[in-house]
Structure formats: structure tokens, C-alpha cells
């Protein structure tokens, strides 16, 4: 399956989050689960914010004052919501396809704030779980 090559890629590249949150529509928790099982991450979490529809700053904020400052996490959804939330915290202006994993190094939810530290697609990330 094409999921579990892209975790074995995210894998090699040491990648490690605290918490996985989800939209809960079939398709995106089914590529969580992937990523969680891969990378024997504890949690997975179901956030409604995630489902097909607008995704924002406000959102992400209610989800991250459940975690400590410095902690890593990694949220699943559709596009084009993903693209923009990445787009609102960092300034950069992407394009994210399906399968796409882009980090955002931030410890705030303002806009602009954040430094965006990478963008893979799924070709880059399948290629690095090939050879694993």
C-alpha cells in the first residue's frame, strides 16, 4: 500500500510526533492509523476541525493548548484546507497533493509566524520507504 511506503519514509527520516489528530472521515483516519502503526506513535485523536471545511488558526490554537510548548504534532486532512493552514502559519505559498507532508516549525498560531521547515511529496516520501 502506498500509505505504509510513505510512513516507512517518514520513519527513515527519524520522524516522531506527540500526537496524530485526524479529521474523521474514513480516508484521512485510515492514513492516520497507517502513520500511527508505522511509526509506533501512542496517540491518535479525532478532531471534528478537521473534516472537510475551513481549518484555521482559531482551530489549531484549540487543539495545541493541550500540549506542552515544544510539542510536535501532526494533523491529517483534506485539502485545500491543509495547504492554507500551512500557508497562514509560515507565509510560504504551496501546493500540497494528497499524501503530502509539510513541517511547520512555530510556537504560536499567529499568521506568519512560523518557519516552514520542509514540503515532501508523496513520490519523495514513497522513494524514502522504498529502500527500508
Known sequence: MKME????????????????YSSPYPRALETAQIVQKTLGLPILEVAEGLACGYFGLGAL?????RHASRAELLFVGHEPHLSLLVEQLSGANIEMKKGSLACVETNTSEPDAGILRFLLTPSQLVCLGENT
Open 5 to 20: 511506503r510513505e510512513a516507512r519514509g517518514m520513519a527513515r527520516l527519524g520522524l516522531k510526533w506527540d500526537c496524530i
Open 61 to 65: 490554537q484549540e487543539l495545541t493548548t
